[in-house]
């Protein structure tokens, strides 16, 4: 144990902060590299040494006064698998199939699971059970794109599965609301797909050959857009950060240190970390650095 094979616990602050948590704890060192007390040692290991100006500090001349941060509350879990009955191996069947259809398209992509359909657009389809291209519209988070996509796809499975179990009774009509005039009149779309469709685009651009920059001409987006596009593919796993951010293993390892060491979570504003790696980098990286770590914690 390397506590005890550098006589750490004969120090005589050894144990002193035991009753603070590891969150707790990276508030106090943030506050501290924000006060110019310590500074990361971004050319070592990451860790943490003090500044000349924490001498009086030591010395008891001068107090130091750090806020605590509230408790954040702990997530909810998330909820999977479709809503159906218990033991209705008819439903149970379809979702597998969807889920599966959903699988091929997005492996044949090269994409993530959710950029094809997330999982309240499957449950409605299960739901609802559309025959024809008008009905799949009628579906949440299926627009003109997704419509022209992957509506026959969804549409055969879902036929496939009628001809082998047949067409449950009484299923509920579609919603009215959701009717679409396409093309002439293209309906206001949900927004978290609009979204997820953006994300795609960049990223199969991106995948094409083109940097950020170039994408960001190509679809008449600032670049900071598109970084932010990119972002949240890493951070939904639809992209490797290799893929993203092209930086040599010392320069990612010098980020992740910096941010395992300041962060308290991904509310954390980035620029204390950019000024201690000295503006190194551009915020854009450390954000999509600071996205495959969150999605890795997450495993």
Request: net charge positive; hydrophobic share 35%; aromatic share 6%.
């Given at each position: 144990m390397r506590i005890r094979k550098f006589g750490h616990e004969r120090v005589?602050?050894?144990?002193?902060?035991?009753?603070?948590?590891?969150?707790?704890?990276?508030?106090?060192?943030?506050?501290?590299v924000a006060?110019?007390?310590?500074?990361?040692?971004?050319?070592?290991?990451?860790?943490?040494?003090?500044t000349e100006a924490a001498r009086p500090v030591l010395r008891g001349e001068q107090p130091v006064r750090l806020r605590k941060d509230p408790e954040q509350k702990a997530r909810g879990e998330r909820r999977t698998g479709p809503v159906v009955a218990p033991g209705?191996?008819?439903?149970?069947?379809?979702?597998?199939?969807?889920?599966?259809?959903?699988?091929?398209l997005a492996t044949a992509q090269n994409v993530a699971p959710y950029m094809i359909f997330g999982d309240a657009a499957?449950?409605?389809?299960?739901?609802?059970?559309?025959?024809?291209?008008?009905?799949?519209?009628?579906?949440?988070?299926?627009?003109?794109?997704?419509?022209?996509?992957f509506a026959d796809d969804f549409l055969a499975a879902l036929a496939e599965?009628?001809?082998?179990?047949?067409?449950?009774?009484?299923?509920?009509?579609?919603?009215?609301?959701?009717s679409r005039d396409l093309p002439a009149h293209p309906p206001a779309r949900d927004a978290g797909d609009?979204?997820?469709?953006?994300?795609?685009?960049?990223?199969?651009?991106?995948?094409?050959?083109?940097?950020?920059?170039?994408v960001a001409e190509r679809r008449g987006f600032a670049e900071s857009t598109v970084w932010g596009?990119?972002?949240?593919?890493?951070?939904?796993?639809?992209?490797?950060?290799?893929?993203?951010?092209?930086?040599?293993?010392?320069?990612?390892?010098?980020v992740r240190n910096a941010l395992h060491q300041l962060a308290d979570g991904p509310a954390?504003?980035?620029?204390?970390?950019?000024?201690?790696?000295?503006?190194?980098?551009?915020?854009?990286?450390?954000?999509?650095?600071?996205?495959a770590e969150l999605r890795a914690a997450e495993g």
């Open positions: 005589s602050t050894f144990g002193i902060g035991r009753e603070l948590k590891a969150d707790q704890w990276k508030s106090v060192y943030r506050q501290l006060a110019g007390l310590a500074a990361v040692d971004v050319e070592g290991f990451g860790g943490l040494r003090l209705d191996p008819e439903a149970q069947a379809l979702w597998e199939r969807l889920r599966q259809c959903r699988r091929e499957l449950r409605e389809m299960l739901t609802y059970r559309p025959r024809n291209r008008d009905e799949f519209s009628r579906i949440s988070g299926v627009g003109a794109i997704k419509l022209e996509r599965h009628e001809a082998e179990h047949g067409r449950p009774a009484n299923l509920p009509n579609l919603p009215r609301d959701r609009e979204a997820r469709d953006s994300d795609l685009a960049s990223l199969v651009l991106l995948r094409q050959g083109l940097t950020p920059a170039q596009h990119l972002e949240r593919c890493i951070r939904a796993g639809a992209a490797d950060l290799s893929e993203v951010v092209d930086l040599p293993d010392a320069d990612i390892k010098r954390m504003p980035l620029k204390p970390v950019y000024e201690l790696l000295e503006a190194r980098y551009p915020y854009e990286v450390l954000k999509c650095i600071r996205a």
